[in-house]
């Protein structure tokens, strides 16, 4: 494709020297561009021979200087902490662009990496490409179907399931559910789904409220509220898409839970001081960070294991935002 002959494209690939910087970084993005891993030996070497790093790479969506719900930063500091104590160092690197991801290819093609930990909305071309380096990798919270890698996850159907059940107990009916994209949100409403079949309630599609990542609209909440026969309870399938319900919801007069019950899922740092305090499921972020390091270390040291989802637990936390339905 470059016009030029193997031998410097294999000096390229493997940082040998004989080619220069302009030439290298073509050659790079173009192998980058296409996957390409020369003859795509197994990415793997021996405890001595290690680089003794491991690559953090997160989706681009994630900000973790404003990320209130300390979810993911809660993730990185414990998986840095179980890095160190197995002698690894821990990189970090966005995914989202061009640059940054060929940044992360060039790491790779330097074998200045042993793993790679994809934490959260990776684009699934991205990780074809990556599956292609054979490096060594796994997902943390990576909203995609996929099962060429190890995903560790949130119980989320579960959860979710008990969560509606404990709206159900109280004797609610009349429940809303957030929907939105997202392996994780599209497996909490199914729980929600579980629950009121199974319990003989038919899910009403003027319920059904649309949201982004960490809130709804007030639009789609004013729609909600104003309908002929309005939810007594709403199950959110996150906490800031919880609390944004319940600022509307106090804006325009109701008091929660009183007039309606609000219930969260992820039980983030600003759960228990929301007023009133948020119902939730607790989310393991540090266990989930441990099984996806184990996961990695396992990998790297080239344990031969069909790759799986890992599910990590959850617990349903009750606090004040939810109760009985006022009639």
Known sequence: MLNVDKSTVSRALNSKEGVNPEMKETILLMAHKYGYNGKRKRYRKSEEQAARNICFVASSDIDFNSDVSFFYPLILSTIQKEAANKGYQLTFNYAGNAVQEKMLFALIADKKTDGLILVGRIDIELITRLLNTGIPMVGLDVQQEINEI?????????????????????????????????????????????????????????????????????????????????????????????????????????????????????????????????????VAREQMARLAFAALHRRIRGEALPPSQIISNVELIVRRSTDFPRN
């Open 150 to 282: 190890d995903n560790v996850l949130t119980d989320n159907i579960w959860g979710a399931k008990k969560a509606v059940e404990y709206l159900i107990q109280l004797g609610h009916r009349d429940i809303a559910c957030t929907i939105s994209e997202g392996l994780s949100f599209k497996q909490r409403f199914t729980g929600f789904r579980l629950a009121l079949d199974e319990r003989g309630i038919t899910v009403n599609p003027n319920y059904l409220v649309k949201a982004t990542s960490n809130k709804i609209g007030p639009e789609e909440l004013r729609k909600l509220i104003s309908s002929p026969k309005p939810p007594t309870a709403i199950f959110a399938c996150n906490d800031p898409m919880a609390r944004s319900a319940i600022n509307f919801f106090l804006e325009q007069g109701l008091k929660v839970p009183q007039d309606i019950s609000v219930l969260g899922f992820d039980d983030d740092a600003a759960a228990s001081i929301t007023a009133p305090p948020l119902s939730t499921v607790r």
